[in-house]
Each structure stands twice: as C-alpha cells, then as structure tokens.
C-alpha cells in the first residue's frame, strides 16, 4: 500500500523560506510522478509543480516560477518543495501526490495524496 506523508509547514514571515518533505513508501514507487498541490479556503486546490520518476520539473504556477524548486531525493525516496521569497498569498495548505501518469497539473489523475502541511506566510 501506498503512504504519503507531508512536513515542513509552518509559520514563516514575508521573504523567508521553507522546505516541504514528502516521504512516499509503497510499492513501486520508483514509477510514480510527484506533486504538490496547494488549497487556501478561496481557492480549489490547484496543481504548484511535480517531477517525473526521471527527475523532469514542471511548474504550474507562474506565481511561483523562480521561487519554488521541486526536486526530489530518489535514495531517500522523498519529494521536496523548496520555497523561498514566500508571500502572504502562498499561505495554503500544500499536499503531496503520487500520479502513475506523466506529470500534469489533473487531481484526478493522481491517486495517492498525503494528509498536508499548512504553509502561513505573514507580513
């Protein structure tokens, strides 16, 4: 069975930085795309960026392109979000996902999620 699970959130002033971890343990994990979504109560959550199992990047938000870095640690088996220059509108809660697609920016087509870190950027 699939686990996911998310660290790293936490509460952080305007032009600081975090680094969200993601362990994913299961069987073939190797295979899976990864993702982090974020949700805030005004918005739907929305795809920020995923790697492929080869290590291809692909970033959803242009709000966040030379902020946020994915990468991913394949020894360890963990997925990393680094954020840095954080603002007040990246507050959210940030989920990590497994998808057995291509990266895409679809829920639904990522079928293991973890439960969230809350991310809280203030002024």
């Known amino acids: 069975q699939v686990q996911v699970a998310e660290s790293g959130g936490g509460l952080v002033q305007a032009g600081g930085s975090l680094r969200l971890s993601c362990a994913a343990s299961?069987?073939?994990?190797?295979?899976?795309?990864m993702g982090w979504f974020r949700r805030t109560p005004e918005k739907e959550r929305e795809a920020v960026a995923c790697?492929?199992?080869?290590?291809?990047?692909?970033y959803y938000l242009r709000s966040v392109e030379g902020r946020f870095t994915i990468s991913k640690d394949n020894t360890k088996k963990i997925l990393l979000l680094q954020m840095n220059s954080l603002k007040p509108e990246d507050s959210a809660m940030y989920y990590c996902?497994?998808?057995?697609?291509?990266?895409?920016?679809?829920?639904?087509?990522?079928?293991?999620w973890g439960q969230g870190t809350q991310v809280t950027v203030f002024p």
């Open positions: 299961g069987p073939n994990i190797d295979v899976y795309g």
């Open positions: 790697i492929t199992w080869s290590g291809v990047k692909s």
């Open positions: 996902a497994l998808t057995d697609m291509w990266c895409n920016d679809f829920l639904t087509n990522y079928q293991f």
